[in-house]
């Protein structure tokens, strides 16, 4: 929410984030981690009566799409192979998304498992920030396979203090093992990409939003393209790395990275066999290919 923030001619909610999304294209079906842990922020968003806040736009967005354009909500299913079908000839392809972790939880040998802390016992200190309880997913093609995690972080030496459930990194990976892709968590902060996540992954190609001076920290580049942590071959990219990194990292950013300015497409070919990744002009709307890499070969199982 900020100033100026232009109001819905359709519904009770402002046009900000998803809810401008919403209102443009259109949402059928809406999917979060839930917002009963680790405090009822519904609850919560309806105690602030003079200005909505941004939980509570969401949530007038969410009431409005669900009584007014039929829209589906769900909460994130830890462990789901099904709860993001494809909709069209599901039977031609070898395709799904697998949930891997919401709230910090995956489905570990048929059961739950989490470090989060329990709201029967947690204080104020402890409660968890959103980035912890991000969904994470993996994609299948065949074959292939691409991991998505959001804002997760891990322990890595630096952060040997901060509590246990700071550490979401080694509880999904595991899950989640070898993978052809994967986004880098938490932007490559320097709380993220920790060198056992890496080393359980072994990602041929990681993707890196970047919006931040110090996205990637210099400890989590270093561990991205080790070869103490994982042997082989790895292309870096992201999606527009500032100034101010390149004169902080210097040429070791330079040398990491296949592309640090553009859209990032990630095409998967039939069968899941083989994979390419095209850098799109991101300062003009006609997004023109600037380059192309791969082929990449997907893993074997």
């Known amino acids: 929410m900020y100033p100026g923030i232009t109001h819905s001619d359709k519904g009770n909610y402002y046009l900000t984030g998803i809810t401008g999304v919403g209102e ?6 809406l999917v ?10 519904r609850e919560e968003a309806q105690k602030d009566t003079i200005q909505p806040t941004t939980m509570s ?9 669900i009584s007014n354009r039929n829209m589906q909500y769900q909460k994130f299913i830890p462990g789901s192979k099904d709860q993001f079908p494809m909709l069209h000839q599901n039977n031609l392809y070898n395709f799904y998304v697998e949930n891997i972790q919401a709230n910090g939880i995956v489905i570990k040998e048929g059961k739950p498992y989490t ?10 200190e402890e409660i968890p920030g959103e980035n912890h309880l991000s969904a994470g997913i993996l994609l299948h093609y065949g074959d292939f396979k ?12 630096e952060f040997e203090d901060k509590p246990i459930w700071h ?6 990976a595991p899950i989640v093992g070898e993978v052809d892709v994967t986004t880098a968590n938490h932007h490559a902060n ?25 996205h990637p920290g210099h400890e989590a580049l270093l ?40 859209h990032i497409v990630l095409r998967v070919f039939p069968n899941g066999t083989t994979y390419k990744i095209y850098i799109l002009d991101n300062m003009t709307e006609a997004k023109q290919v600037k380059a192309c890499f791969g082929p990449y070969k997907t893993k074997q199982k």
């Not at 443009?24 to 079906?29: L, Q, R």
């Not at 979060?32 to 922020?41: E, F, T």
């Not at 320097?190 to 110090?214: C, G, H, N």
């Not at 790895?234 to 040398?255: C, H, K």
Request: aromatic content about 12%.
């Open 223 to 262: 561990r991205m393209t080790s070869q103490k942590i994982w042997k082989g071959e790895r292309d870096i990219f992201s999606t527009a790395m500032l100034e101010a990194n390149r004169l902080v990292i210097g040429e070791l950013l330079e040398n990491s990275y296949r592309s640090m300015n553009g």
């Open 32 to 41: 979060d981690r839930g917002w009963d842990y680790p405090i009822d922020l």
């Open 146 to 157: 691409c991991y998505i995690g959001g804002d997760i972080s891990g322990t890595a030496p």
């Open 24 to 29: 443009a294209v259109g949402i059928s079906k």
């Open 167 to 172: 550490d979401v990194e080694s509880v999904v």
């Open 57 to 65: 736009n969401y949530f007038n967005f969410i009431d409005w799409s």
């Open 115 to 124: 470090k989060m802390p329990s709201t029967k016992t947690m204080n104020k």
């Open 190 to 214: 320097r709380d993220a990409m920790t060198s056992y996540f890496l080393s359980i992954l072994k990602p041929r190609v990681i993707i890196q939003e970047v919006w931040s001076s110090d």
